[in-house]
């Protein structure tokens, strides 16, 4: 079977999970990303080369989440700008259109529909004990808006549109795949069997990768620009951004969580080498922060020029990248409609 027949089997109009070459399901799982700036170090070692190196395991569907983007300020030119962008890096990190379904949120109108039936079904007592929602809100909540709010609604939606199984997220996220569950199964026993039930899938290694300039904070792309490392960064910002990331005093090249600037540059290393903490550990003993912070960057620049690479000449084709943003929504447009169309029914609204 050729790579894009084998995709198109899997994303299937009834939005059933597909039969691979052995007759075993494989199971369904949605992933999703934010457009909110230039995707980060942090993003690609705990989110995008999982997504690359699981293509084959999971019936896999990735959502560029522009509408969870808009639930904090965005500049409309850089936001349409960042969405492509970061359409063209998951591609260029080894996501295949052809054996995948990659696409954009807004470009599926059935994800905002679901989201608002879904909203009247979800009691506010539930979104109240959101955690994201209370360090994203920031000090002044009255002045969050609404979007963010009911964020963790327009995730299920996107979510049991598509009757995924799995969803992978960082620890912090994890309350919003549970959340998922519980609309799932309100819903199902309001109005009878609709929408599976999802698990979060939650990784521990590179789970959380921190700020190179405060590493009590978690690395992200709307942060400064000197506490991340972005996947475009030229190789002398990487090396110039790593060399005056946080450390701490001490001399020695050890994993030790309390002290967490070296540990986190450590984790990132680890991530990227697949070494050993004691391969690691003998590797630097005796040496400097400086030796280390050389061998860091070189280790970051080599993973991320070739992906570099290939985004500059997806970015330099944008016929090309609308088409396949447009394959995209396409192959998951009959499971989102039929599941829309079947809640509309049960729910009274056809
Ligand atoms: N620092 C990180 N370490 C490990 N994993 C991370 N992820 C994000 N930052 C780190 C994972 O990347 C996936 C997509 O995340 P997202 O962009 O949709 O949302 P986010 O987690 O809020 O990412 P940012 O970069 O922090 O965005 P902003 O600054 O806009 O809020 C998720 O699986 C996430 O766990």
């Not at 039936?117 to 209370?134: A, E, I, Y």
Request: with cysteine.
């Amino acid at each position: 079977m050729s790579a894009s027949t084998s995709a198109s089997a899997r994303i299937a109009p009834a939005g059933k999970p597909a039969e691979v070459a052995s007759g075993a399901k494989r199971e369904r799982v949605f992933s999703g990303i934010k457009p909110s700036g230039t995707p980060t170090l942090g993003n690609y070692i705990g989110a995008i080369r999982h997504w690359v190196a699981e293509q084959d395991i999971y019936d896999n569907i990735y959502c560029v989440v522009d509408l969870h983007a808009i639930t904090v300020p965005q500049d409309p030119e850089e936001l349409r700008f960042n969405t492509r962008q970061l359409y063209a890096l998951l591609v260029a990190s080894g996501l295949d259109p052809a054996r995948s379904a990659i696409f954009v949120q807004s470009h599926m109108h059935e994800h905002a529909e679901l989201a608002w039936v879904l909203d009247c079904v979800t009691p506010m007592g539930w979104l109240n004990r959101m955690t994201q929602f209370k360090s994203k809100a920031g000090s002044d909540r009255e002045l969050a808006s609404a979007g963010l709010y009911t964020y963790p609604v327009l995730m299920a939606a996107d979510i049991l549109i598509y009757h995924a199984d799995a969803v992978p997220v960082g620890e912090d996220q994890k309350q919003h795949v549970e959340l998922a569950r519980d609309v799932a199964n309100t819903f199902n026993n309001r109005f009878g069997e609709t929408f599976v039930e999802p698990r979060p899938i939650v990784r521990t290694v590179g789970a959380r990768i921190m700020s190179l300039d405060d590493p009590s904070k978690k690395m992200s792309k709307s942060e400064s620009e000197n506490s991340y490392i972005s996947m475009i960064d030229e190789p002398a910002a990487i090396r110039k951004k790593i060399a005056r990331a946080t450390t701490d005093s001490e001399r020695t090249i050890v994993f030790d969580e309390k002290r967490p600037g070296i540990f986190n540059l450590l984790a990132i290393y680890q991530s990227l080498t697949g070494r050993s903490q004691d391969a690691i550990e003998a590797e630097f003993e005796g040496k400097g922060y400086k030796e280390f912070k050389a061998a860091l960057a070189d280790a970051v620049v080599e993973t991320l020029e070739p992906i570099q690479q290939r985004y500059k000449a997806l970015m330099a084709d944008p016929d090309g990248l609308e088409r396949l943003m447009a394959e995209g929504a396409a192959k998951v447009q009959p499971t989102a409609q039929a599941t829309l169309q079947t809640v509309l029914e049960k729910v009274g609204l056809r």
